[in-house]
């Protein structure tokens, strides 16, 4: 324990030396002389003391937390000030205790950075300390109490040589009652690059800032003429929202030169928020969204940071490529959507942003790529996909690190980015300390990068497609003091994408066994794109028969696209939910249009004709729709020329439409009898419906009567001929006195025939409430008629 003492400035006398290393033996004599009596008789008694020392005596016993390093990168000249908190968690007070700065040597290269990093607390001192005037002095630390620290050295103090990355730390050294002693208490260890003067090749550095969010939209729209859109929640509302996480992503990012990386998904979100806009709650309700201005604002900000500069943009909705190539192209029809996904994307962008984007590039997640990957995202036409260095494994015959650009065949080319650099900023970022922290050991990587070699090299940053603000202000932090620094130079992607690759680098794409597992358990299933292909298959069969089939197939076009997006790994219950409700949305409405049932119909001769009536409760028109009726048995009951027959089928927004089939019957007796509608190209559309149709017998007596009410009929009609005649003649000549003629024919009865009340036109009937009525509907099927089954026992006239 004597042995572990530091005191800053000094080395122990040997005699000094001496005598603690006696006090140590003495101490220790009684141990040694009774081994069995502790370990046998008295373990926790024995541990008690042990740890009791360690909490008072070890470096972990205060904590020190570096919040604020400034300048991050300091040339020659500056003061470099650190601020920061230091607390005790052990069981005693510490006292005579003072923090100081040390300076430990450089690193050598880029593995020897990833090693310290992993050691920032704990251990013994590094380096020499720089004159005690700089440290901060505590007369005493009482446990649990926090304390703060300012230190400010002149850069001249800290004796830096070369240029390159040093270690530095902040160590508290002070004394407690159980070791009455200087020693290191506390550490915290960073990074300091150093490169006070422009470096002689500067790395040409691109920075992707991407604009991505989860999926908000829903497929559902409002019935007026702009249908308005629907949000599954409001979350997106608050991220553009003053402090909200994209709106600091827009902002952050408007300050620095970067290549914007946008998902047109998010872009088409904000612009529908600019309208009326509904938002559905957790119970299914639907309310007003009020966040017209916060939409507006955001979007004119992001126009404005755009102009002029280089965007590129994801296919709609940023669809999982990695999915799609280990699962998707298992299901037959699943790649078409990555192409309508990117020819939606670049309209998106071009009529909200107005910039022409490049659409040229496809991300992966995390950059993870393998063949099968590269071979799909290259389907839809993209020649240059975005990895990362740790998918890309490089050479060891390589001392540095290579240029990001590099040809993989097919005329594809892969752009690495630096897996260092692009994962800086994960974690938990929103205390001070571990922001700090982040950000210095970025620039010394980036520093690092640039001293491997004298050779010109290009770098790009891809960090993580959606940063949480705090993230997000630690990079746009780091990012700033990289690009005004002295070794690394600004580039957009399209000239790091074309820069010359390095002969040396890695061109051979990972198999797809290569890939790592645990994004492939973040996948989406197969089933997953199977329940996708039935979408979009009832959506191809149900906008075929719409007069504007726009209205349909864009919200559920993009809905599709939404569907695969790489937003749902790590959600599998949301993802699964969207799937569900965009199916039993589309569902819903394609059963607006479907057969009214019916019940059993009597037939009471051998020919009659059968309505079936057709609804439309959509709000626009459809056609090209048709209606087969047919016969189970076309031998007894014949429907048209055979067992079944078709007839086309329009019917107006809010009505129904009856459609009359004439049928034969052979032979008495029931009938089962099918209704379905037809798409044109002659795919059910709908449910089938089935009733019975019962033929009776017409008997002898029947008959009889039918033929004495004919003959009755007929006599009838002589008489009135006859009568009229008589009065024609009376008319053209004098008129007789009664009974001149030798004949009475007595009182006549020259009444007419009381005239037949017109049958009700059909067109006249009640018009449905809740159904608005137009000036030019039909009058004679088509009127609204009752979406109720007919009543049992049906009875159809001939």
Known sequence: MAEAADYPGMNPSPARRLLRRTGALLAAAPLLAAPALLVGTAPAQADAPAAASAAATGTSTVDVAVNELSPSAPVSGDTLTIKGKVTNKGRQAVTDAHIGLRVGTSYTGRSSLDQAAKNGTGGSPDGSEVPGKYAKKFAKLEPGVTQDFTLSVPVKALNLGADGVYQISAALMGQTAAAPYQQTLGIQRTFLPWQPDAAGTRTRTTVLWPLISETGLTAETGTNETQTAVFGNDDLAKEIAPGGRLQQMLALGSALDVTWVIDPDLLASVDAMTEAYKVKGADGKLTSGRQQGVANEWLKDLQAAVQDQKVV?????????????????KVTGSLSHLKDATDAAVRAVDTILHVTPDASYAWPVEGAVDRDIVKVATSAGANKIIARS???????????TPSAARPIGGGTTAVVADARLSTAFQGDLTSAEHSTLAVQEFLAQSLMLDRQTDRQRTAVIAPQRTPTASQAQTMAKAVAVLQGGTWTQSQSLSATASAKPDPGATTTVPSSRAYPSKLRKQELPQSAFEQIQATQRELENFKVVLTDESRVVTPFGRAVDREMSTSWRGRTAASDGFRTGVSEYLSGLTDQVSLIDKSEVK??????????????????????????????NGTRLKIGDGASQEQEVTITSGHSQSVKFTTTAKATGPVWVYAQLLTEDNQPYGKQIAFQVDVTEVTPTVMLVIAGGVLL???????????????????????????????DDGPRDDAEPAAQAEPEDEAASPARADVPQQPSDPVADTASESTAPSSTGERVDR
């Open 603 to 632: 037939l009471s001769g051998r020919s009659a004709t059968i309505p079936v009536s057709v609804q439309n409760n959509l709000w626009q028109d459809v056609d090209h729709l048709k209606l087969r009726l047919t016969s189970d």
């Open 390 to 400: 740790d998918s890309f494994g490089e050479s060891e015959k390589l001392s540095y």
């Open 313 to 329: 943009t994801l296919p709609f909705a940023d669809p999982d490529l990695a999915s799609l190539a280990h699962s998707g192209t």
């Open 713 to 743: 009929l007929v006599l009838a009609g002589f008489r009135m001929y006859t009568h009229r005649k008589r009065a024609a003649v009376e008319k053209a000549g004098e008129p007789d006195e009664p009974g001149t003629d030798g004949t």
